[in-house]
């Protein structure tokens, strides 16, 4: 009988191993630096190698990179961090090796807030996010003058978070301030500004009158110190402009108040007073100056129509407004409107474009989301003003304006 031979083939499963990694466990690149690190494995059978990061999405957006090899283009320090290379062929536990990427860069800063409004006798504070690699030293500055820890000068460190706290601010501590943050690799600069002005007022009427021909605006403004006077710009939309919730869709809005602002207070312009009705404000003649006691109207250019609002000295409070009706209006209209306020330190910034509309016909309009007055003070066809929680008020009487009368009603916190 002739022998049988039998051949086995036995294939013997390897759990994968990464035996090499190019860089190590650790790199440290510059910024803009491109990186390629190579990741080998073995095993049987050959292992699938995948990239992943610690904590974090790969630099393309993904969650995994199958490939043995990472590249990194343009470095930067958002792309530091921890990546892991994982070998798994299915036969035991996978296998992973980590590599620490180090980016250094020189300092990068950005602030909390560009301005900061105070008032005196109050604290502020001032805040810079510091990143840098290695570690930035942080210096304040007031203006070109370097700031060390006073009493009033306090200076933190929590992090990446650089803070300058000002206690009981005296009026020569308005101005601008700079953190300077310098390591190794340069140097970065930001600027600060500290502001006894008021803050820029926001708009807290309802957009939509309840009348055809007249709207009754009104607006809040956060300051430390009384309001002295507003500044109001409104006028009718121009054709063209589409309105999106309370925005506009057009540059020429903002070009056009900003070319009119600059010429409605300079010499040489004529202001016509406002009379009781302010109704028709087409229809006024004459000309005369602001003398501090009533309301003047600006003819300004691109139909806007700028009125001169003194506010009167309230016990204070932080939080004060205005709630002014605007006359002689077109029904079923929209109108855009802006405002500044100014106090003993200066005109805050403008506001951005507000846009209401006039009714088709007067009638009733839900006024509940207006929290600025009751419906009374809604209805009042005259000027308010007031502070916050405004509980105890007064009335102020007809004010003499020329031969006309201007209905004041003066609401005091």
Request: aromatic share 8%; with cysteine; charged share 15%.
């Amino acid at each position: 009988m002739d022998p049988r031979e039998i051949t086995h083939t036995v294939e013997i499963l390897v759990p994968p191993r990464i035996h090499h990694i190019s860089t190590g466990g650790h790199l440290q690149v510059k910024k803009g630096s491109s990186v390629r690190i190579e990741c080998s494995a073995t095993g049987n059978p050959m292992p699938n190698v995948t990239w992943s990061r610690k904590n974090n999405i790969l630099p393309n957006g993904e969650e995994k990179l199958h490939s043995h090899v990472l590249s990194i283009e343009n470095v930067d320090r958002h792309k530091g961090g921890v990546y892991i290379c994982t070998a798994n062929n299915r036969v035991g536990q996978p296998a992973s090796s980590q590599v620490v990427l180090h980016v250094l860069f020189s300092p990068e800063i950005s602030v909390e807030r560009p301005v900061v409004f105070s008032g005196e006798g109050h604290e502020a504070t001032l805040v810079c996010i510091v990143h840098g690699e290695t570690q930035p030293e942080v210096i304040w500055f007031k203006d070109t003058m370097q700031l060390d820890t006073t009493e009033r000068h306090i200076m933190e460190t929590r992090g990446s978070r650089h803070t300058l706290i000002i206690r009981k601010v005296h009026p020569q501590d308005f101005g601008n301030y700079s953190c300077v943050a310098e390591n190794q690799l340069g140097k970065a600069r930001k600027t600060l500004q500290l502001s006894g002005k008021p803050n820029v007022a926001v708009f807290n009427s309802p957009p939509i009158s309840q009348y055809k021909d007249r709207y009754n605006i009104s607006w809040a403004v956060d300051s430390h110190s009384p309001i002295e006077e507003y500044k109001l710009s409104f006028r009718k939309l121009p054709q063209g402009h589409e309105v999106v919730g309370n925005a506009i869709d057009s540059s020429s809005s903002s070009s056009s108040m900003s070319s009119s602002s600059s010429q409605m207070y300079g010499s040489g312009l004529h202001a016509h007073r406002i009379g009781s009705n302010m109704g028709g404000l087409s229809g006024l003649s004459g000309s005369g100056s602001y003398s501090g006691y009533g309301n003047v109207i600006h003819w300004g250019h691109n139909d806007w129509r700028n009125v001169v609002l003194p506010a009167v000295p309230v016990s204070h409070h932080y939080a004060q407004g205005m709630s002014y009706m605007v006359r002689g209006l077109d029904p079923d209209q929209h109108y855009e409107a802006t405002v500044q306020s100014r106090n003993r330190y200066g005109w805050s910034d403008l506001t951005n474009s507000f846009v209401f509309s006039t009714s088709s016909n007067d009638g009733p309009v839900d006024l509940s989301t207006f929290h600025g007055l009751s419906d009374n003070e809604m209805r009042d066809l005259s000027v308010t003003f007031y502070g916050s929680s405004a509980i105890n008020r007064q009335k102020l009487g007809l004010l003499a304006l020329s031969s006309a009368t201007l209905a004041l009603s003066l609401l005091v916190a």
